[in-house]
């Protein structure tokens, strides 16, 4: 017997231990980065079993005006890729006119109760069938609907094949009779005509964006008559004790399928000798039964974009149809373990690509349920020929023709829509950068740099857009952050936010994700990072404008929300203290400070707060030179306290600012940190005590090797604790003079004058 095992691709390939499916393809030699487009362009959650139970409900409210119209004898049985979840989704053509392109039709069966049949002619206790599924004469996967003893000879449905003495039934006549009924039954103003097997309704007048404002959307329809039959037929039996290795299907899923039975649809084999009167057994209840109990979202993700391939690289070639693939597809399903398709999906279509290409290639494509039809065997040579070059230029490059299909559209997943009006292409580029790159990156820093920032661009688009982009950063987290970065979601969505490209996209950004909050509580920390950006964005006006009395105004209401939601005792209480020593309401700063230094005593913490370009606007001078040198300035959130409490102290000229120099200085020794050190060195500064300044700066500098930053500081401090004699004083303004240049030199990103500048004598 013919299976798919002769012609598969070996499942040594496929490597169990990690669930990665290797490949020798420069391009696959990074599957994660394929993966990772393929995520973003078809979303794993639109493909999940919730979606599609919504979109079944849809196709059954489709065909409402149908069914009102039809016989109490006809059911209509929903079928196909929409009804599965396998269809390509709805999008918008970039035309002049654009106008909604459907791309995949609705499918249904118009099944004849009064002609159910059975797959034998006796039944155990005696009983005889009046209708009766013949098999034999028939190629495999075909058959003949024999009445037993038929009511009616002259019936003009019935056929008499003389060389068997039986009445079968005319599956042409029938196709004729159900154009007749659909044109007669029906008054919705669509158009039906006999498309091969199926009756097709179509609206004739396109569905533009304008008439969608105004009209109902409309899918174009199939039907399909269809026999009912209450059990499988002999031949089909081996597909219930078929080896399933990787246990993809249940015994009770099996059991179910089987108990639906099958249906046979008039459609011929191509080489029928008696086409008239031939029928095709049809498995669309299984198949339908498997997408909802057993196919995944992560399977359905991969056969879909397989699909969306053979839809723009095979438009002209029609003679592989998606059927084909369907097939391959479930053999695939049954083939591979189930965590490859969530490991690896990039993989998994490759695999489905080189399974179906190898059987091409043998001229023999199993069908899924009775592997001895063939499903291309009426094929010739040049149509397969066709087919094969076809699948070999997608299998060398399965990117570029996705790329050519999202250039012309943008597909419609409701609200979700990645964008109205930027392409795909556009919006991925990194990732395509990188995969035509020779360099092998590094994963993880691929998901932190080239990933985190393509998410920005869908967050910079969707927001431009006056839409949320929360489930695609959720998507990412889940699949690609929790796997190779220890980051928590929520330091996640802050790291993606401090790298958009303005404060008032990050304030969007940070206040779409807040819609959240209710499902992720740990969301509440973003409020003071909301804070942040209003205090940053109140800096880009004039000091007198509204503009920046309504942003501090903001700022200050968000920052007492966090304090009364979160306690004192949070990093958002040091960006509160730095906007009050801002507006010099000193004696609010110091007592808020305060009150934390006393809550960090009582309970340490390992508390940090970090300033990014986004916010180093709220800064002072000292700080927005760290942050401008680092690209980060990161320091315990106790470090910043001293710092700010003694800004506080200094401008109030309070008395015990000894005291909090040593509690500082404490502090740092235990912490360690560059950060911390330079914080307490510019508190040497502010103070006039350089000895204190000068070994802050040298234990930053020592911590931090690399920082030139920390040398000038360090050297500034030496420069200004000289013998202050005349001479002497002439050579530190010199120094000072020499080292306030570096600065400016530093501030400037010019680095190698800098460096010059420093060393030179």
């Not at 499942?11 to 231990?17: A, L």
């Not at 099944?111 to 599924?133: H, L, M, P, Y």
């Not at 910079?460 to 929360?470: A, D, I, P, W």
């Not at 940070?510 to 109140?538: H, I, S």
Request: aromatic share 12%; hydrophobic share 35%; net charge negative.
């Amino acid at each position: 017997m013919f299976t798919l095992e002769n012609v598969r691709i070996n499942i040594n390939q496929f490597c169990t231990s990690n669930c990665k499916i290797i490949h020798d393809d420069k391009l696959f030699s990074s599957s994660t980065r394929v993966s990772y487009l393929i995520h973003i362009l078809l979303p794993r959650r639109h493909f999940g079993h919730d979606r599609l139970q919504i979109e079944k409900q849809k196709i059954l409210q489709e065909f409402s005006n149908v069914k009102e119209g039809l016989s109490d004898k006809l059911h209509i049985l929903p079928v196909g890729s929409k009804t599965e979840g396998y269809g390509i989704p709805d999008a918008v053509r970039l035309t002049d006119q654009p106008y909604i392109e459907y791309m995949s039709d609705i499918d249904a069966m118009l099944v004849r109760e009064e002609f159910s049949a059975s797959a034998n002619e006796f039944e155990k206790d005696g009983t005889r069938n009046q209708v009766v599924i013949e098999t034999s004469h028939s190629h495999p996967g075909y058959g003949r609907v024999w009445f037993s003893s038929p009511t009616d000879i002259n019936s003009k449905m019935l056929y008499h094949d003389a060389e068997t003495d039986r009445y079968y039934l005319n599956s042409s006549l029938i196709m004729q009779e159900q154009v007749k009924m659909m044109e007669t039954s029906t008054a919705d103003g669509l158009k039906y005509s006999l498309q091969g097997p199926a009756v097709s309704s179509d609206d004739p007048v396109p569905m533009t964006l304008e008439k969608g404002k105004t009209s109902k959307l409309f899918h174009s329809q199939d039907y399909v008559f269809a026999i009912p039959c209450n059990s499988w037929p002999e031949c089909t039996m081996p597909w219930t004790r078929r080896k399933r290795p990787n246990g993809w299907l249940a015994a009770d899923i099996v059991d179910s399928i089987v108990s639906t039975g099958i249906h046979m649809v008039p459609v011929a084999h191509r080489l029928s000798c008696n086409p008239d009167i031939e029928w095709r057994l049809s498995f669309a209840k299984a198949e339908q039964i498997l997408a909802e109990q057993a196919v995944t979202s992560s399977q359905r993700q991969c056969y879909v974009y397989l699909k969306i391939l053979r839809k723009h690289t095979m438009q002209e070639n029609t003679k592989l149809s998606s059927y084909f693939l369907k097939n391959v597809f479930l053999y695939c399903c049954d083939e591979l373990p189930v965590r490859a398709w969530v490991d690896d999906p990039a993989g998994c279509v490759l695999y489905m690509l080189d399974v179906l290409l190898e059987c091409v290639k043998k001229r023999n494509l199993p069908s899924y349920f009775l592997p001895e039809n063939n499903l291309i065997d009426y094929l010739g040579e040049l149509e397969l020929q066709s087919i094969t070059s076809a699948l070999q230029t997608i299998r060398s490059d399965p990117i570029e023709p996705i790329l050519e299909f999202t250039d012309l559209r943008i597909f419609c997943y409701a609200q979700e829509c990645l964008s109205y009006s930027t392409t795909f292409r556009s919006i991925v580029q990194l990732v395509l950068d990188e995969i035509a790159s020779v360099e092998d990156v590094d994963i993880g820093r691929t998901v932190l740099g080239c990933f985190t920032d393509i998410q920005c661009n869908i967050a910079s688009v969707m927001l431009g857009e006056k839409r949320t982009s929360f489930s695609y950063h959720l998507d990412f987290y889940q699949l690609f952050v929790q796997k190779y970065i220890q980051m928590s979601f929520v330091d996640f969505v802050n790291y993606m936010g401090i790298r958009l490209e303005s404060p008032f996209i990050t304030l969007m950004f940070y206040e779409k994700c807040l819609a959240e909050v209710q499902n992720f509580p740990e969301l509440e920390y973003l409020r003071g990072n909301m804070a942040c950006m209003c205090f940053a964005l109140a800096q880009s006006h004039d000091d007198k404008s509204k503009e920046r009395k309504m942003r501090l105004y903001q700022a200050e209401k968000l920052y007492n929300e966090v304090l009364q939601n979160n306690g004192i005792h949070f990093a958002s209480t040091i960006d509160f203290a730095n906007f009050l020593c801002d507006s010099e309401r000193w004696e609010e700063a110091i007592s808020l400070l305060e009150k934390f230094i006393e809550a960090e005593r009582k309970r340490p913490s390992s508390m940090q707060n970090g300033y990014y370009p986004a916010e180093s606007t709220t800064l002072n001078v000292q700080l927005q030179r760290e942050v401008k040198y680092t690209g980060c300035f990161l320091a315990s959130s106790l470090s910043f306290a001293y710092y700010f409490i003694i800004k506080a102290t200094i401008a109030t000229q309070l008395k015990n600012l000894p005291d909090i120099l040593e509690k500082f200085e404490k502090h740092c020794h235990s912490v360690n940190s560059y950060g911390d050190y330079e914080l307490l060195g510019y508190c040497g500064l502010d103070t006039e005590n350089n000895v204190l300044a000068e070994l802050a700066f040298s234990k930053a500098a020592n911590l931090n090797q690399n920082n030139l930053l920390a040398q000038v500081n360090l050297n500034l401090c030496r420069a200004n604790d000289q013998p202050a004699k005349r001479q002497h004083r002439i050579v530190n303004w010199k120094t000072v003079f020499k080292y306030g240049l570096c600065i400016s030199y530093l501030l400037e990103d010019n680095v190698f004058k800098a460096t010059n500048l420093l060393f030179e004598r």
